[in-house]
């Protein structure tokens, strides 16, 4: 296929073929987590980003812009993890390096290349090389020397593609953990397998997968109709979803003076769940309104539709959006919500600890950014604090606290479960501000010091030393610091490496699924006596991937 320039059709056949690579290669990249367990796996949390980034795309036929933006838009609110964030913010400098066109040549889907690690990058407050950034960065600045005007899709991107492996390779070099792992970097290896999938598409290459879910999202762009839920009887409660792209026109209106942010306070003032941007000459519309005809003679103002469509919403979504209203509670001045796995911690941190919500989700599967901003909605507050409990959420808790406007939200940056029990034990609920709020659960998760213990699921260094797949390892974070074959002695050998445990005064040790009680009791009996002056709290957790959750005072 050689291709010089791209079209949007072209442009979303490989994006899908992009994405059905990853989808192939995920196990390979879930298996070089360095950290011993399942937490959120990279290649997951890709492979769900990118998922939602396709299912954004109404027309697959669009300008290349409209498909960009819209892809980069839904990796936005469906980022998973802190892998998914960083792609979705490379898909997002990639497209807005393709504002105001229509087609793509070689060249601009070079300069795209290059908007979208810059735009990855300035997403860093604390970037680490070896990562999926630098293999983003050097894989098209070591490409650009060797572009030559004749180059053609297939001939650019097997350079690139090149140049991305020898990048990947290179990662141990650069990050320390993954040499001592011997792996290369899990993002680095998904951004190669995406490209690898583009490449794939050019060279004919079949990439066969059998994905229910993509076949799913295919098949709900063109859902059946429910007649049933509009009859004779019905009256118009929830109005038309409307939605267009509109293209402006100099026969119509000066575009060089056209003020999107007037045409946005037009179609704000006449519906709602407005969504609404402007990309070169195309401005994408999706309106909420019973009176669609004034939205339409307005938008016509300025240009005409080059793809339009009007539904009643109580044919397709009449009952989520009843559930919706009935679940959004009544407007509040402070609302804070916590994300966390296990049955036992959830009712502790909602029923005994004052979360106004808890999101289920966490290690093994990463809220997305839509999922924290539906949470956002439901609490319905002024202001409202996030404590997202897992480190590899915080990039995700961070950009849906950027995209939220309805509310002032604080991220509490909690890594654990630990942090997360430490920081809601400081909220009086008292408070007058979210500030004071946001401050006093701050407070609180800086109080403790997380600690774990857990069963290897594979072999393990721990320092000099390698810890056999199934022992059970004792860590503080991500460092492992012992280990042993059974659990109460791996926890025991870890509270000795404590420093100044003796003189610690309170500890809590909230235990997962596969510990018995009688075993957790046995536990706590063999720290009472090794350290009389420390008051152990026991709490049953029920959470499925780390056995013993443990902060100290």
Known sequence: ??????????????????????????????????????????????KLTYQNGLKTITDDDAPIDIITDEFARGMLFGARGNSGVLTSQYFRGFADACKGKKELTVDGFAKAMISAYKNAYSACADVAEGTILTVARESIENTIPSIREEDTFDSFLTKVVSMMRISLDNTPNLLSVLKENGVVDSGGKGLLTIYEGYLSFFTGKDITVDDEDLKKDKAEKTPSIDFSAFNENSSLDYGYCTEFLLQLLHSKTDISKFNIDEFIAFMQEHGNSLVCFQTGTIVKVHVHTKKPYEVIEYAQRFGEFITFKMENMALQHNSLIKEEEKRQQERKKIAVITIA?????????????????????????????????????????????????????????????????????????????????????????????????????????????????????????????????????????????????????????????????????????????????????????????????????????????????????
């Open 1 to 46: 296929m050689n291709l010089k320039k791209i079209n949007g059709s072209t442009f979303s056949a490989m994006l899908e073929n992009g994405y059905k690579n990853l989808l192939a290669h995920l196990q390979i990249i879930n298996d070089l987590n360095v950290f011993p367990v399942p937490d959120g796996d990279t290649g997951t949390n890709m």
């Open 341 to 553: 796995q296990g049955d036992g911690i959830i009712d502790l941190f909602q029923n005994q600890l004052r979360a106004d919500l808890v999101i289920n989700g966490g290690t093994t599967m990463n809220t997305s950014v839509s999922e924290m901003i539906d949470a956002f909605k439901y609490v319905n507050a002024d202001e409202i604090i996030l404590l997202p409990n897992e480190t590899n959420m915080l990039k995700a808790a961070q950009q849906a606290a950027e995209l939220y406007k309805d509310s002032k939200v604080y991220v509490v940056n909690t890594h654990n479960i630990q942090e997360g029990f430490a920081a809601l034990n400081m909220y009086m609920g008292t408070e007058a501000t979210g500030q004071e709020v946001y401050e006093a659960l701050k407070a609180g998760a800086e109080s403790v010091t997380p600690y774990i213990v857990f069963k290897s699921g594979k072999d393990a260094k721990v320092g000099s030393l390698t810890a056999p797949k199934g022992s059970y390892v004792g860590s503080k974070g991500k460092k492992l610091i012992t280990f042993a074959p059974r659990r109460t002695a791996a926890t025991l050998r870890l509270f000795e490496k404590i420093e100044g445990i003796k003189e610690k005064e309170v500890c809590f040790i909230i235990y997962g699924q596969t510990v018995l009680e009688d075993a957790a009791e046995e536990l706590i009996s063999a720290l009472n006596e090794m350290y009389p002056n420390l008051e152990v709290a026991l709490i049953n957790g029920k959470q499925d991937v780390y056995d013993l959750l443990i902060g100290i005072y």
